[in-house]
């Protein structure tokens, strides 16, 4: 029995979808005022999809059930969460420039050109796609060098920091959703790059590798699996075996995995 499902059922006169029961784990560490990571990581850790608790397309019924339990039992408590929503138009990174300043940094169209010849801390980077991804490893390992990639945000601003670095020695790799959209959004970053090696940029999410998760942890959806047009033949065969599998994985699924695989990278790179 739940005492949110009912209650929703009686006041709203709507049947509880059938998947609500898995979000009583997260309503009771939200009456307990626990530490919640990042919405989409919520998501996930309870077998739900990343955006099925911030975005009302994703799964409607379930929602707009977590929505009326927020409003009608929490609204007086703030959420104790971290949060994903970091600035548009802009280049957030963390550990990459010699600052004072708190970590991560967020710079703007304005501050693009000044960064130039801006001191660097590290010479290494992870670029990570997913905001609530970059905002938790960050929370987690605070020292780590991380470039937010912001899923399909290119904008010029970004894009132009991320070719200077890469001209002043930065060496990057890439971690991002193993969905048709996300391989096609690690192809696009790559083109924008002139001297790093494929092989570096994906070394983290080789082919093989991404094959392994999605046969591991994959989920099942056509939409998200779809073909589409990539360039470079790494991320060609990545999506291939996305469209033959059938299945996709969310890069909050392999939250474990990555802190050993970026733990690792740093300390060999």
Same mark, same amino acid.
């Given at each position: 029995?739940?005492?949110?499902?009912?209650?929703?059922?009686?006041?709203?006169?709507?049947?509880?979808?059938?998947?609500?029961?898995?979000?009583?784990?997260?309503?009771?560490?939200?009456?307990?005022?626990?530490?919640?990571?990042?919405?989409?990581?919520?998501?996930?850790?309870?077998?739900?999809?990343?955006?099925?608790?911030?975005?009302?397309?994703?799964?409607?019924?379930?929602?707009?059930?977590?929505?009326?339990?927020?409003?009608?039992?929490?609204?007086?408590?703030?959420?104790?969460?971290?949060?994903?929503?970091?600035?548009?138009?802009?280049?957030?990174?963390?550990?990459?420039?010699?600052?004072?300043?708190?970590?991560?940094?967020?710079?703007?169209?304005?501050?693009?050109?000044?960064?130039?010849?801006?001191?660097?801390?590290?010479?290494?980077?992870?670029?990570?796609?997913?905001?609530?991804?970059?905002?938790?490893?960050?929370?987690?390992?605070?020292?780590?060098?991380?470039?937010?990639?912001?899923?399909?945000?290119?904008?010029?601003?970004?894009?132009?920091?991320?070719?200077?670095?890469?001209?002043?020695?930065?060496?990057?790799?890439?971690?991002?959703?193993?969905?048709?959209?996300?391989?096609?959004?690690?192809?696009?970053?790559?083109?924008?790059?002139?001297?790093?090696?494929?092989?570096?940029?994906?070394?983290?999410?080789?082919?093989?590798?991404?094959?392994?998760?999605?046969?591991?942890?994959?989920?099942?959806?056509?939409?998200?699996?779809?073909?589409?047009?990539?360039?470079?033949?790494?991320?060609?065969? *990545?999506?291939?075996?996305?469209?033959?599998?059938?299945?996709?994985?969310?890069? *909050?699924?392999?939250?474990?995995?990555?802190?050993?695989?970026?733990?690792?990278?740093?300390?060999?790179?």
């Amino acid at each position: 029995m739940s005492q949110y499902r009912d209650q929703y059922e009686r006041q709203t006169g709507k049947a509880a979808p059938k998947s609500a029961l898995k979000l009583e784990p997260l309503f009771a560490k939200i009456a307990a005022g626990e530490s919640l990571p990042p919405r989409g990581q919520q998501a996930v850790d309870l077998g739900l999809t990343a955006h099925s608790l911030n975005d009302a397309k994703a799964d409607p019924e379930l929602y707009q059930y977590y929505q009326w339990v927020l409003t009608n039992y929490f609204a007086g408590q703030s959420l104790n969460e971290l949060s994903a929503k970091l600035i548009g138009m802009a280049f957030t990174c963390a550990n990459l420039f010699k600052t004072n300043l708190p970590q991560p940094i967020t710079l703007n169209p304005w501050q693009i050109k000044k960064m130039t010849e801006f001191p660097l801390l590290n010479r290494q980077a992870v670029i990570i796609e997913n905001n609530g991804v970059f905002a938790l490893l960050l929370h987690r390992h605070p020292d780590w060098p991380l470039i937010d990639q912001a899923g399909n945000d290119f904008n010029p601003a970004y894009v132009k920091l991320v070719q200077q670095l890469e001209q002043r020695g930065v060496a990057f790799t890439y971690l991002g959703d193993l969905d048709s959209r996300g391989i096609q959004i690690a192809d696009h970053l790559f083109g924008q790059l002139a001297q790093t090696k494929v092989a570096d940029f994906a070394a983290l999410q080789s082919p093989a590798q991404v094959f392994a998760w999605l046969n591991q942890y994959g989920k099942v959806d056509t939409q998200r699996t779809r073909s589409l047009t990539v360039t470079e033949p790494v991320f060609q065969q *990545e999506l291939k075996s996305i469209n033959l599998v059938g299945k996709f994985v969310e890069q *909050e699924q392999l939250m474990s995995v990555y802190e050993k695989l970026i733990g690792d990278w740093l300390k060999r790179s």
